[in-house]
């Protein structure tokens, strides 16, 4: 296959594989973001269990004190407790869950990645099989010129 043809084939190739390259970018993109959205989550589910642990320390440091108060303030304290206590509970569900959805996340953007590698690699091979044959083409015409340029005193000597 002569040169022009093979780069009129691989113009519109390159074009694609650039286009499937920038389409990986932004999937990675989006899933690089997802992935940050879902370990935010996670970091505020973890503050969240953190500050139930505070609170339930500070009701048994009160408890253990040896409570004082009446006892319409302990049943508060200890109704309080039990909040808190399913609080964190169903916080601990939670956590798990988005802990699970992090693990996604992460292969997620793996997947993404991979993909986007191999877009990349296509890419820059098909790429490089244009600019050869682009070169071929230049390489061409400049053998062509410079037998135009060698011929051209013989042309003048026979007129």
């Given at each position: 296959m002569n040169p022009r043809r093979q780069l009129d084939i691989l113009?519109?190739?390159?074009?694609?594989?650039?286009?499937?390259?920038?389409?990986?970018?932004?999937?990675?993109?989006?899933?690089?973001?997802?992935?940050?959205?879902?370990?935010?989550?996670?970091?505020?589910?973890?503050?969240?269990?953190?500050?139930?642990?505070?609170?339930?320390?500070?009701?048994?440091?009160?408890?253990?004190?040896?409570?004082?108060?009446?006892?319409?303030?302990?049943?508060?304290?200890l109704a309080r407790r039990e909040m808190v206590v399913e609080a964190r509970a169903r916080d601990l569900d939670l956590r798990e869950q988005e802990s699970v959805a992090v693990h996604k996340a992460r292969e997620d953007l793996d997947a993404a990645l991979r993909v986007l590698v191999r877009a990349q690699g296509r890419f820059e091979a098909m790429s490089g099989q244009r600019d050869r044959a682009r070169s071929a083409l230049l390489a061409r015409r400049d053998e062509r010129q410079q037998q135009e340029i060698e011929e051209l005193p013989a042309r003048r000597a026979t007129r």
């Open positions: 113009t519109p190739v390159v074009r694609l594989r650039e286009r499937r390259v920038e389409v990986a970018r932004l999937e990675a993109v989006a899933a690089r973001d997802a992935l940050a959205t879902a370990e935010a989550a996670l970091a505020v589910r973890d503050r969240a269990i953190a500050a139930h642990d505070a609170a339930l320390a500070r009701l048994d440091a009160w408890f253990a004190e040896g409570l004082s108060g009446s006892a319409a303030m302990v049943e508060t304290a």
